[in-house]
């Protein structure tokens, strides 16, 4: 059975008013039927990273990051429609960047797609769609805690539109330069990963770092680690969408990358609490458990339909050992970029590229009946070079490009990126929204207003006051500030 043909003279893939479009796919639905699914599960990364960044967050602040989530999908669904479909996989495009061939989504409908003919375009458009509004939300989380909501949005409409874009038409695009190199890249380490890794830490620089009160015990402290939990796993499901829908079929390939993504998102976690049970001195944390996971799944999405399992178990534990060992890279580089979106997805996603070139081998690109892609395990060393120049390109490109758009942002008047000094003292959440916010507050807001009464009854004893007395008092103080920190 031969697949469908693309027919230039019926770009949409034929009037369904005269033709049956469904016709041409007979046999193959399964193909399309299957990356229907594992989009809408890739969909669930969106939510699970507005619940990750909340549950990160200082509380004050959590709110802003669960509904930057949401319209972060909405502007980036705008865009996609608008034009990004069309600059990242248009078949007119350049070895940089597509043209506006399908402006608006035109002739995006019924024609065999670009990515495989055994699906057609509306499919596969939708299935993209996804992955670029999950990285541009990755990328917003370079500004928690301290920037402006309306301008983050602005800047994902063109951070889309400038990096994602053309990395995406380098990357997975036939005309694109690095698809064309060959660098190996099954679903996402270079566009997704190190191009989100970089802007983050570009955001944050351009952003400058959080006002810290040394009275804050909160500062740089995750307010809850159930929705750490709950956002990695609503992540950790879609990825079986996001790495197993990538070989774009439903074939034996597509199965072993959903194997290897459990397997490296387990691996991770195992790499990730032993570095922490050393650290801590045989303590555990939920939250690097969740980061373990995470790095894991970075680290095997270049690699998940390339490498066998045993060796996506390598790749997992080496990229959260690696990651969790650069705990103080923000220190480093002088930067405030608290939701480690550099050190999970830039570090992480350099670590699974450059992995992927070692230990990719064509038995295994070979199971979808027609890839075959080597690397240095099958003795084509210079797969290694090609995946460097994949890593160096994209992460200079995505850095110097993302610092020069939050530049231009910053002074174009009403899109300035930051909160006042006083708006981030009182977190996003009571600055931008209106009577919502994480939780009940009344009882934080009683307890508080007890403790500075009894500071102030301190303040006030008189030297002559007996000891026990003002000592019941500094005891008073004490529990009070404790029990508010558990609140």
């Not at 003279?9 to 041409?24: F, H, R, Y």
């Not at 004050?60 to 996989?89: D, E, H, N, P, R």
């Not at 409409?157 to 190996?184: D, H, K, R």
């Not at 990695?232 to 993504?261: C, D, H, K, P, Q």
């Amino acid at each position: 059975m031969s697949s469908p043909a693309y027919n230039e003279s019926e770009p949409a893939g034929g009037d369904p008013l005269k033709v049956d479009v469904n016709a041409q796919f007979d046999g193959f639905q399964f193909n399309y039927t299957y990356i229907a699914f594992c989009g809408f599960i890739v969909y669930l990364i969106i939510p699970g990273l507005g619940l990750l960044y909340s549950g990160l967050a200082r509380r004050k602040s959590a709110l802003a990051l669960i509904f930057q989530s949401i319209l972060i999908g909405a502007v980036t669904t705008f865009q996609w429609l608008f034009w990004g479909f069309s600059l990242a996989y248009s078949r007119t495009a350049g070895p940089f960047i597509g043209d506006l061939a399908n402006f608006g989504m035109k002739n995006v409908m019924a024609a065999p797609s670009i990515g495989n003919p055994n699906i057609p375009d509306i499919v596969f458009c939708l299935y993209q769609l996804l992955f670029c509004a999950c990285t541009v939300q990755i990328v917003v989380g370079g500004a928690f805690e301290r920037g402006r909501i309306i301008p983050s949005l602005v800047f994902g409409f063109w951070w889309a539109t400038v990096v994602y874009c053309p990395i995406a038409c380098w990357t997975w695009n036939p005309n694109g330069w690095l698809y064309t190199l060959p660098s190996l890249d099954f679903a996402g380490g270079g566009p997704v990963h190190i191009a989100s890794g970089w802007a983050a830490l570009a955001y944050a620089l351009v952003l400058g770092k959080r006002k810290k009160n040394p009275s804050d015990k909160s500062h740089g402290r995750p307010h809850n680690t159930t929705l750490v939990f709950l956002g990695t796993v609503l992540i950790y499901f879609g990825w079986f969408g996001f790495n197993g829908g990538s070989a774009l079929n439903g074939s034996v390939r597509a199965m072993l990358a959903a194997f290897n993504t459990n397997t490296a998102a387990s691996t991770g976690a195992i790499g990730w609490v032993l570095v922490d049970y050393i650290k801590y001195k045989g303590r555990f944390r939920v939250v690097g458990a969740c980061s373990g996971v995470i790095a894991g799944l970075v680290g095997i999405t270049p690699a998940a339909g390339f490498v066998s399992v045993w060796l996506a178990a390598v790749i997992g534990f080496l990229t959260a050992v690696v990651c969790a060992l650069m705990d103080d890279v923000n220190e480093w580089l002088h930067v405030d970029e608290g939701m480690d979106v550099f050190k999970l997805h830039g570090i992480g996603g350099m670590m699974g590229s450059f992995l992927t070139g070692i230990f990719a081998t064509k038995s295994i690109s070979a199971l979808d009946g027609a890839t075959i892609a080597s690397g240095g395990i099958d003795g084509v060393g210079i797969q290694v070079g090609k995946q460097f120049a994949e890593i160096t390109a994209i992460s200079s490109y995505s850095f110097v490009v993302t610092l020069l758009l939050l530049l231009i942002l910053k002074y174009i008047p009403g899109l300035h990126l930051r909160v006042s000094d006083e708006a981030e003292e009182r977190g996003l959440d009571l600055d931008q929204f209106h009577e919502e916010n994480i939780g009940d507050w009344e009882v934080f807001e009683e307890l508080e207003r007890r403790r500075v009464e009894a500071e102030t009854i301190v303040a006030q004893q008189l030297p002559t006051s007996s000891s026990n007395s003002s000592e019941r008092a500094v005891e008073g103080v004490k529990m009070e500030k404790v029990t508010t920190t558990a609140i």
